[in-house]
Structure formats: structure tokens, C-alpha cells
């Protein structure tokens, strides 16, 4: 079945999850709204959507060592209250992100924060190649947004597959402490240090 945005809108404006989490659950239920809203629910994906724009003033700053000590990262992750923030379980979830930080090397936390003529140039570039390699003018956009879809996954720490667990990105992750939690999360920045960089 055909997943349409009419569908996707439907799904977000009642869980108030994300566009790219409703058009995946949609695909996952084949179509169908009620098993889309279950698969959300299931993920804790619609529980931390409606936690989204809570103010986050608590928090930790979560360190990753890899083994050596030629290679670590530092992260800061909100929270609202002082009391979760303190919860070995926050802590860990921490050290993850800050472990992955560490070993896959983002460079933004999130999409909006990359420079948009770094994002033209690339556009640029991933033109140019489509059409090099004879793509059809009318279709050419679409390669190039996928192409653009795919470089912010490697760029960007949201969009990034989890390093723990390929089948879920960092913003999944994240949106899954929230359900666990009941609290919003933000990670806000990061450092990651190599030893002679």
C-alpha cells in the first residue's frame, strides 16, 4: 500500500510523533492508521513526542574513555528535573550517546544546525554526479535529496544509526529514554577529542 503525506500528516497530528517515525510506522502496519499508532506507542516514540518542548534545565555531562586513552568524547544531555538527572540509568544512557559520539565522529547535533551553503555546495555536487552518471533531468531533485538524506546520517548525530543498535538512529534512542523516563531530553552539545588532533 501506498504510504501518501495525507496519511503521514493524519498520523502525526494525533500522536504528535515525528514525520519520518509516523511514515515508518505506516510502513510497518501496512497502511493501517490503528497499527501505526499501536507501533508508535510500542517504541515510546508518541509518549515522547508529547514531552517535546518541556523545558530541560537539569542534566549531566557524560564522558566516554575508549580503551587506550587515545580517543574520548564529552556530552551534554538535559532533562527537567534534578532527580532523574542523577538516576544510574540517565547516567548510562549518557555514557551511550557519549560513546557513540566517540566512535562514529558526528559533526552537528542536529540538521538545522549545518551551515546552508555547506548543504548548497553539496547539492551542488550530488547534481552534478546524477547527471554524470546520466540520470533523467525529471528525476534528478529526488537522487539528490536522497543523496543529501543519507550524507546528513553520516553528519549528524540525530540521524546517525545507534552504535549499539543499527536498527534505530540516536533520535530513536533518545525518543525511547523519554517514554522510559517520563521526561524531555535534549542533548545539546558535544566535543569528541582524538590524541594529536
Known sequence: MEITAKMVKELRDKTGAGMMDCKKALVEGDGDFEKAVIYL?????????????????EGIIATYIHYGDKLGAMVEINCETDF???????????????????AVAPLYVRREEVDQEYITKEREIFKQQALNDGKPENIVDKIVDGRIDK???E???????????????????????VGAIGENIVVKRFSRFRLGE
Do not use: Y
Not at 506507542?41 to 534545565?57: L, M, Y
Open 84 to 102: 532523574v538527572a542523577r538516576t544510574d540509568k540517565f547516567k548510562e544512557f549518557g555514557k551511550d550517546i557519549a560513546m557513540h559520539i566517540a
Open 151 to 153: 550524507h546528513f546520517s
Open 155 to 177: 553528519i549528524v548525530l540525530m540521524e546517525q544509526p545507534f552504535v549499539k543498535d543499527n536498527d534505530k538512529n540516536i533520535d530513536e534512542f533518545v525518543k525511547l529514554m
Open 41 to 57: 506507542r510500542e517504541k515510546g516514540i508518541a509518549k515522547a513526542a508529547s514531552k517535546q518542548g518541556r523545558t530541560t534545565a
